[in-house]
């Protein structure tokens, strides 16, 4: 659609119904489910991705001085990328912007820095240091390469050793946080924002946050750091299944997501008649009162909470791009290596799992998830390596769960990825590979972290064919999730895991929760995670831990 | 009230094109710019996720780990206050971190807090803290064996608190004078258990990877429908406070932040934008 126009009245010349009307019925159309971002003084929908790093601590100062890696600091790294959702999938629609960049820590209300756990030091973890205060300037940058997925230099040049190509090196945006400003007794810049930034992103490049503390001591760490990004990106209509050409699973079969256009009627004078003032049906009047009344009535477009939309409905782009990130096995403060398996929780069996529980608390349709396996290491440390063993295997599971207060106490699978960790097998799914410093020794080889591709559960063409819209050319259809009434009960089907059936979704529009589980290990070589088959400096688990990112539409809410 | 334009056109009222001209001026220039308050939907809402497994109790007690990113409330210049060999200020700048703490006479308290930031305004929709427990984080949430003074054996804890507030625009390192916009004090963590006693344990369809150690149990508190206008750079923190009682007391014991894993979801609604 595009905005509407009319001729101007020119003066002496006869008024005929065309130049009062057609406005007026151009209007009309418009309002029956046709305002899209043409017509909104306001078009952008905005998103925030927000990471949380329970402890930031001393392995920041740590390098890699006299070793291989030549001065490598262990800056944290985390990657994140935005893809298009399935519906526009390889068109480059709408980029995001990014506006706003944010960063806290738990600075313990003083003009302190906060001590940090070191071994056989207990009594300094958590204090206040209100000496050592210029330890705590932190830098934020945000930093952009291309994303291997999508060759750019051609897919067909690139082999994975391309250590070039994995480095992130073109800084996009930065907000250092100096000392000076967080260790004023009457205003600390804590939370330090900066907006306005608008910088456009690109749906196939790889963007890094990149925190570091160039002056943190060894004594001092960043507790409850967070940071978060703001953007903004054009809104786009809403998902709709109609069995067709268009399907989401486990949509409320009460409205499929399909619009309720509203009828406005504008009367029109017939030809050669009068133009009259307030005629009750075809009155200038008239007319810009129905008008009128859609304006005061407020313009209808998106849900409510329950997932349930409006009856006769204005607003057609009435839904926005978000990023939810997770953060998985985070919080223990340093890299996992072999010997600090012990520090690991949920070990048993030699496999460890991590669970995040998320409220479903407005409609989200899931188009892609993805996650960032992290094997960086302490710089100091000579020789990290990541492992390299088919049997140590990562599994990641995204499902929508009911049971909280309810009696309905069931799981319905949203995303599933399974891989072993060697490149081989790991690059049948890696979107992109990142490298901290090339040469450096955060890990061996040349990447650090990777992101995979965890698809939406599909492979039952008997319920929906597959989705050709995602990395990898594959995976299932869009995947909706909101807490609804009895009215939304009725769920369009849902493919079961392990992707061998489907029906209706075993929620049953209950849907309470999003649960992100993660579980790694190996079970199978002889010895397990300690045993001879990993080096002592094997790296399972990174510095800043994992990430999963679920990626969809959110829609416009009350 | 009149919308689209403030010309009226009446039977016997006089009527010109410049007024028609202005009317179909004011019109056009209003749907093809709709204000955002024009829209009965116009909120987007986006979710601050966060939560870590601490390392695990019995690592706790042997080692080096520990609390963070849990942090003492109460700020003070005595051990476990200063940094060992550093100067203390005359004074510290906020004696109590969170507001309405319960102050029992032998219990000290940990925090975890999350302080966030946005430049426009936005609303508070939901507040959710789990509380997992499992094999490794054996939190039963009931005062046994031997429980702190002022407690009653068996009965659930209640003696955790959640509260979020916001930093007072003119005195933004106060505490004393932030804005509690959300508080839970003093609540019977029977309340908020994710299955109660008697309730199917284990789900009717479960998910993959298994956990291999039982299900999801815990507590899960949640706060929703909470429409909590935040103004424009608003300093927000939440905070997870728990009670450190003397040693051995159950169930919290000596390191109460080690007994279970932690989530947190903050759910936020923002206007659309230019």
Redesign the interface.
């Known amino acids: 659609m595009s905005k509407i126009t009319r001729r101007n009245l020119p003066r002496g010349v006869k008024l005929t119904p065309d130049l009062v009307f057609d406005p007026l019925e151009d209007a009309a159309d418009r309002l029956e489910r046709a305002i899209d971002t043409e017509n909104l003084k306001r078009p952008f929908g905005t998103f925030w991705i927000y990471w949380n790093i329970p402890i930031a601590g001393r392995l920041f100062l740590n390098d890699s001085s006299g070793l291989p890696g030549n001065g490598e600091v262990g800056e944290i790294d985390i990657p994140f990328v935005l893809p298009e959702l399935q519906d526009e999938w390889a068109e480059a629609r709408h980029h995001p912007i990014l506006m706003d960049l944010m960063v806290s820590w738990d600075q313990r209300d003083e003009s302190a820095v906060i001590g940090d756990c070191v071994p056989a030091a207990q009594v300094q973890e958590g204090t206040c240091d209100w000496q050592n205060i210029d330890d705590a300037t932190l830098l934020v940058r945000i930093l952009k390469k291309p994303t291997y997925y999508w060759g750019v230099p051609p897919q067909a040049t690139i082999a994975t050793d391309d250590a070039l190509l994995h480095e992130p090196t073109q800084e996009i945006a930065r907000l250092e946080v100096p000392f000076t400003a967080t260790m004023n007794r009457l205003l600390r810049q804590n939370p330090a924002l900066v907006s306005n930034l608008n910088r456009p992103l690109d749906h196939h490049n790889t963007y890094v946050v990149r925190i570091s503390a160039p002056n943190l001591n060894q004594s001092a760490a960043f507790v409850s750091l967070n940071v978060a990004l703001g953007f903004k990106r054009k809104l786009t209509q809403r998902d709709f299944h109609n069995g067709i050409s268009h399907y989401v699973q486990n949509m409320p079969l009460v409205h499929c997501g399909l619009g309720d256009p509203d009828a406005v009627a504008i009367g029109v004078p017939g030809a050669n008649t009068s133009i009259e003032a307030d005629d009750p049906v075809d009155g200038i009047q008239t007319g810009m009162n129905v008008l009128d009344g859609r304006f005061q009535r407020k313009l209808r477009g998106g849900y409510n909470t329950w997932g349930d939309r409006w009856p006769a409905e204005n607003v057609l782009t009435d839904a926005g791009y978000d990023v939810i990130a997770v953060p998985m096995f985070g919080g223990l403060g340093r890299p996992i290596y072999q010997k600090d398996l012990d520090r690991l929780p949920n070990i048993g069996a030699d496999e460890a799992v991590d669970v995040r529980l998320i409220p479903i608390t407005h409609p989200f349709v899931v188009h892609h998830v993805l996650a960032v396996v992290n094997w960086a290491g302490d710089p100091s440390v000579a020789n990290n390596i990541k492992p390299n063993n088919a049997n140590l295997t990562h599994e990641i599971g995204v499902a929508l769960l009911s049971g909280h207060k309810a009696d309905l106490f069931t799981y319905q699978h949203v995303a599933y990825q399974t891989f072993g960790c060697t490149p081989a097998l790991y690059g049948l799914v890696a979107v992109d590979y990142i490298k901290h410093q090339l040469g450096g020794n955060l890990s061996n080889g040349d990447h650090d972290q990777i992101i995979v591709n965890v698809p939406i559960v599909y492979d039952f063409p008997a319920v929906y064919p597959n989705s050709v819209r995602g990395y990898f050319g594959v995976q299932g259809q869009p995947f909706w999730m909101s807490s609804g009434t009895s009215e939304q009960a009725d769920r369009t089907d849902a493919v079961y895991f392990p992707m061998a059936g489907g029906g209706p979704p075993y929620t049953a529009g209950q849907e309470q929760f999003i649960e992100v589980r993660w579980k790694w290990g190996d079970t199978v070589t002889a010895g397990g995670l300690a045993g001879a088959g990993y080096g002592a400096n094997t790296v399972f688990v990174g510095y800043g831990g994992f990430w999963v990112y679920l990626i969809g539409k959110k829609m416009l809410a009350p | ?5 403030d010309h ?4 016997g ?1 006089e ?1 010109s ?2 007024r ?2 202005e ?3 004011d ?2 220039e ?7 308050g ?19 109790p019995d ?1 706790a007690l042997s ?10 409330e109460e ?1 003070h210049t005595g ?6 060999g ?4 005359p004074a ?3 004696q109590h ?1 969170v507001k309405g703490i319960y102050q029992y006479h032998t219990c000290t308290h940990w925090v ?9 305004p936005v609303r508070l ?2 507040i ?1 803290l ?1 509380l ?1 427990v ?4 054996p939190n039963t949430f009931q005062y046994t064996g031997s429980p702190p003074p002022e407690k009653a054996k068996q009965t659930y804890v209640d003696d955790i608190s959640i509260v979020l507030s916001v930093d007072h625009p003119w005195a ?2 106060d ?1 004393t004078q932030n804005a509690v916009e959300f508080a839970r004090h003093k609540w019977s963590a029977m309340a908020e258990l ?3 006693a008697g ?2 344990g ?12 039982g299900n ?1 149990a815990g507590l ?1 508190i ?1 706060a ?2 909470l429409d909590i206008p935040l103004f424009p ?1 608003a ?1 927000i923190r939440l905070c997870l406070v728990l009670p450190n009682w003397a040693a051995g007391s159950a169930p919290w014991g000596d390191y109460p932040t080690a007994q279970q ?3 947190s ?1 903050l ?8």
């Open positions: 009230m009149r919308v689209l334009t009226q056109f009446s039977d009222t009527i094109g410049t028609i001209d009317a179909l001026a019109v056009v209003h749907v093809n710019a709709v204000p955002h024009d829209l009965a939907n116009r909120w987007l809402y986006f979710q601050c996720v966060a939560g870590f497994m601490p390392s695990p690592y080692t080096d780990i520990w609390r963070l990113p849990f942090l003492q700020n051990p476990g206050g200063i940094f060992p550093t100067t203390a200020p510290v700048d906020s971190r975890w807090t999350q302080a966030l930031r946005f430049p426009r929709v939901d959710t789990a997992l499992d094999n490794v984080y933004p390192e505490r994710f299955r109660d309730a199917p284990a789900p009717t369809q479960n998910m993959c990877p298994s956990k291999g150690y999801t899960v949640r929703r429908d750079g300093r894993a932690y989530n979801t759910t936020f609604a923002e206007e659309v934008v230019e």
